[in-house]
């Protein structure tokens, strides 16, 4: 049985197939989807995913920081001017500014000393404050670090404090239980893939118990670049996303796996989850080869297409595009993020030939590309993203519906490119890829 819920109405402005082999994405002449932008979640689950934030993405704390800087540098603008007005009286009623102590360099000194001191530091505070009111501001629009317990988790990915313990061990840092999931953390490293030495996070969903019959879907998530897996659970927060729809019991409980695709050699920080033949890391098969058989062989998973989707933001939406085309035999849904329709100067450098960077560019061979196997594809962007960017995911919509794909298409009212964007979206993704996941 497919997964889903049956008798609801798919909430997913969902393309119906064509079936045109020969239609070009490229073509002008047709006109492209409409992606939906309505907030279909119910209004109970919107309202606690939209509670996420506090001071640390808040407007209010960007505008009392400036507040403050003004105030600040307004206080060394009028400490100065009253020295300087004392400085001229005193040179007025006395013919010199240190009269009183007669050698120059005594008592009057020390206040001139004390009042340059006074104005650089003032004028550090000001400068430091308008720099957290512009970093806070930032922060606010992306959404990278929503709250302060994103924090943690974002300089756990640093490795700056340690990230969440292993599966094996008990309790984690955020330790599962009969209403909220688990997120735990394990190297994985594939030195022999030039893999740089890297973290996979992974969600179970409430109740988790591996001793138990119950085995679950997985979906697969790929970081943007630069980036890092716990950017899923910092600057996304999967984990809470999950807790809150499984609560609505608008998905199935899946396993949530976020994979670090950062690599060594020729672009590192933008492998774009391509196997190098310039030098660079092997990440698709680290992917294929290494990270889905671990998390079959240590996870109760169904080891199959129709229970694995694969998903990513930004170059990792391209990633779970472009893997999941080229997998068609491991993955049965994709969730494409903010994705792009080529891997870009990241592609250039991993690859040597202008033929391999064809063959992975989903908007070159998804007109020609042979199906072996049905796919389920969500694709979903900002409203104030770049123009060129949001035609692409339209055209990447229309290619697939025209070769008889199902197609989910949204875009997000006021986000831009940004993790913000990714954390509303997020909670369609989960909902489609549960939807086309087949049920345990």
Same mark, same amino acid.
């Given at each position: 049985?497919?997964?889903?819920?049956?008798?609801?109405?798919?909430?997913f402005?969902?393309?119906?197939?064509?079936?045109?082999?020969?239609?070009?994405?490229?073509?002008?002449a047709?006109?492209?989807?409409?992606?939906?932008t309505?907030p279909?979640?119910p209004p109970?689950?919107?309202?606690?995913?939209?509670?996420?934030?506090?001071?640390?993405?808040?407007?209010?704390?960007?505008?009392?920081?400036?507040?403050?800087?003004?105030?600040?540098?307004?206080?060394?603008?009028?400490?100065?001017?009253?020295?300087?007005?004392?400085?001229?009286?005193?040179?007025?009623?006395?013919?010199?500014?240190?009269?009183?102590?007669?050698?120059?360099?005594?008592?009057?000194a020390?206040p001139?000393?004390?009042?340059?001191?006074?104005?650089?530091?003032?004028?550090?505070? !000001?400068?430091?404050?308008?720099?957290?009111?512009v970093?806070?501001?930032?922060?606010?629009?992306?959404?990278?670090?929503?709250?302060? &317990?994103a924090?943690?988790?974002?300089?756990?990915?640093?490795?700056?404090?340690?990230?969440?313990?292993?599966?094996?061990?008990?309790? +984690?840092?955020?330790?599962?239980? +009969?209403?909220?999931?688990?997120?735990?953390?394990?190297p994985?490293?594939?030195?022999?893939?030039?893999?740089?030495?890297?973290?996979?996070?992974?969600?179970?969903?409430?109740g988790?118990?591996?001793?138990?019959?119950?085995?679950?879907p997985?979906?697969?998530?790929?970081?943007?670049?630069?980036?890092?897996?716990?950017?899923?659970?910092? &600057?996304?927060? !999967?984990?809470?996303?999950?807790?809150?729809?499984?609560?609505a019991?608008?998905?199935?409980?899946m396993?949530?796996?976020?994979?670090?695709v950062?690599?060594?050699?020729?672009?590192?920080?933008?492998?774009?989850?391509?196997?190098?033949?310039?030098?660079?890391?092997?990440?698709?098969?680290?992917?294929?080869?290494?990270v889905?058989?671990?998390?079959d062989?240590?996870?109760p998973?169904?080891?199959?297409?129709?229970?694995?989707?694969?998903?990513?933001? +930004?170059?990792?939406?391209?990633?779970?595009?472009?893997?999941?085309?080229?997998?068609?035999?491991?993955?049965s849904?994709?969730?494409?993020?903010?994705?792009y329709?080529?891997?870009?100067?990241?592609?250039?450098?991993?690859?040597a030939?202008?033929?391999?960077?064809?063959?992975?560019?989903p908007?070159h061979?998804?007109?020609?590309?042979?199906?072996?196997?049905?796919?389920?594809?969500?694709?979903?962007?900002?409203?104030?993203?770049?123009?060129?960017?949001?035609?692409?995911?339209?055209?990447?919509a229309?290619?697939?519906?025209a070769?008889g794909?199902t197609?989910?298409?949204?875009?997000?009212?006021?986000?831009?490119?940004?993790?913000?964007?990714v954390? &509303?979206?997020l909670?369609?993704?989960l909902?489609?890829?549960?939807?086309?996941?087949?049920?345990?």
């Open positions: 049985m497919r997964g889903g819920h049956p008798g609801r109405v798919s909430p402005h969902v393309l119906p197939g064509a079936a045109l082999p020969g239609a070009s994405l490229l073509a002008d047709a006109p492209l989807p409409e992606p939906d309505a279909t979640l109970a689950v919107l309202r606690e995913l939209a509670g996420r934030s506090d001071w640390v993405s808040s407007w209010w704390t960007a505008g009392l920081l400036a507040a403050a800087a003004v105030l600040v540098a307004a206080l060394v603008v009028w400490d100065r001017r009253r020295r300087a007005s004392r400085s001229a009286v005193d040179t007025d009623g006395g013919g010199r500014a240190d009269a009183g102590d007669g050698d120059g360099d005594g008592d009057s020390r001139g000393r004390r009042g340059a001191w006074r104005a650089w530091v003032g004028t550090v505070a !000001s400068g430091l404050l308008v720099v957290l009111s970093t806070v501001a930032v922060n606010a629009y992306a959404g990278y670090v929503p709250n302060a &317990a924090f943690r988790t974002t300089m756990a990915g640093w490795g700056i404090v340690d990230p969440p313990p292993s599966h094996r061990d008990k309790p +984690s840092e955020r330790a599962g239980s +009969s209403a909220a999931g688990s997120v735990t953390s394990t994985l490293p594939a030195p022999d893939l030039r893999m740089a030495d890297g973290t996979t996070w992974v969600y179970t969903p409430p988790f118990d591996p001793s138990t019959s119950t085995r679950y997985v979906v697969y998530l790929f970081h943007g670049s630069p980036g890092q897996p716990s950017d899923w659970f910092a &600057a996304a927060d !999967s984990a809470n996303v999950m807790d809150t729809l499984l609560e019991q608008l998905v199935q409980p396993i949530l796996v976020a994979v670090d950062n690599g060594t050699g020729p672009s590192p920080r933008d492998t774009e989850c391509l196997d190098s033949t310039t030098g660079g890391a092997q990440v698709e098969t680290y992917v294929t080869d290494v889905v058989p671990w998390v062989k240590s996870f998973t169904v080891p199959d297409r129709d229970h694995r989707a694969i998903g990513g933001a +930004s170059s990792g939406g391209f990633c779970a595009l472009n893997l999941g085309l080229r997998h068609l035999d491991t993955f849904a994709i969730m494409a993020l903010e994705p329709g080529d891997p870009g100067d990241g592609g250039r450098a991993m690859l030939t202008q033929e391999e960077f064809d063959a992975n560019s908007s061979y998804l007109p020609t590309m042979d199906f072996t196997a049905p796919v389920a594809v969500f694709l979903d962007g900002g409203t104030e993203a770049p123009r060129f960017d949001r035609e692409a995911n339209r055209r990447l229309a290619a697939l519906t070769r794909q197609v989910g298409l949204r875009e997000e009212p006021g986000q831009g490119h940004t993790w913000a964007m954390h &509303a979206g909670p369609y993704g909902e489609f890829v549960s939807e086309h996941l087949a049920q345990p």
